[in-house]
């Protein structure tokens, strides 16, 4: 199957051979910088557009929305002229998109859409488990719990939580649950990390000796955070005198 899509993207296009006389009838695109006959400027593309005249031709407007369309931001077309800033509407993707044979891609971006269109729909499910994966529609309103029965794989969903339903439990109860297994996270994180006085990066330590050494280059005591610099050249009494590895005899490291 031969793509509409990119089939003529690096050969030369008839329309950019033009003979001195039509010079005149020309304007130089700011994308590709090649002089197109005005008829590549016609077409305002959204009555909100501000610029009076068009300066980015047809080619380059169709290549701007290909290539957002193939990237995160699916949902955001703007309008390519410097400063203008116009999103497209649908009907102005769908009649640039198949006025260069993009049908392909056209396709792709509607059914996006569509799934996207679906996904809000209170109603609408897709089955938690992995191997399932399939959508549906639920009619909520004859549902008196939380917990529904996927329509293919015949196992049991909470929709409420759109997870696999959590047994023995209500929804409230598995959001305590929820709650305090991240409680317990962060406090583990808490214990476990600490930020580099320098350059205040978090620095997670579960393992090995006080003697920190942080990507920024600077060294310090997990304990007491003292510069480590300091306490090679001076002595362990540079540890706070808190720490565990504070000494006042003036030795030299011993924790190295
Ligand atoms: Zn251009
Ligand atoms: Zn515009
Ligand atoms: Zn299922
Ligand atoms: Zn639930
Ligand atoms: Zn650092
Ligand atoms: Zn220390
Ligand atoms: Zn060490």
Not at 56 to 82: F, T, W
Not at 147 to 164: A, E, G, K, N
Not at 203 to 213: A, Q, R, S
């Amino acid at each position: 199957m031969k793509s509409t899509d990119s089939n003529s993207d690096d050969e030369p296009d008839p329309d950019y051979i033009l003979s001195p006389d039509d010079l005149l009838l020309t304007r130089e695109c700011v994308v590709c910088m090649r002089a197109n006959s005005l008829d590549q400027f016609e077409k305002s593309y959204s009555n909100e557009c501000q610029h009076v005249q068009r300066t980015v031709c047809n080619r380059c407007v169709y290549q701007h929305i290909k290539h957002v369309l193939k990237g995160e931001s699916r949902n955001n077309v703007s309008c390519p002229e410097p400063n203008c800033p116009v999103h497209f509407t649908y009907a102005t993707i769908r009649s640039i998109l198949l006025s260069h044979g993009a049908t392909d891609l056209f396709h792709k971006y509607d059914d996006q859409l569509a799934r996207q269109s679906l996904e809000q729909n209170p109603n609408y499910f897709v089955c938690p488990y992995s191997d399932c994966r399939l959508g549906q529609f639920q009619d909520m309103t004859r549902n008196t719990t939380a917990c529904i029965t996927c329509v293919y794989c015949q196992r049991m969903i909470c929709s409420f939580h759109r997870t696999v339903w959590h047994t023995d439990m209500t929804c409230d109860k598995y959001d305590q649950c929820q709650t305090s297994a991240n409680h317990s996270t962060k406090l583990w994180l808490k214990r476990h990390t600490k930020l580099c006085p320098k350059c205040r990066r978090p620095i997670e330590k579960i393992l090995g000796c006080d003697h920190i050494t942080c990507i920024c280059r600077y060294e310090f005591c997990w304990e007491c955070l003292a510069n480590f610099q300091r306490i090679k050249q001076h002595g362990l009494h540079h540890h706070r005198i808190t720490c565990s590895h504070y000494s006042i005899r003036n030795v030299v490291c011993t924790l190295l």
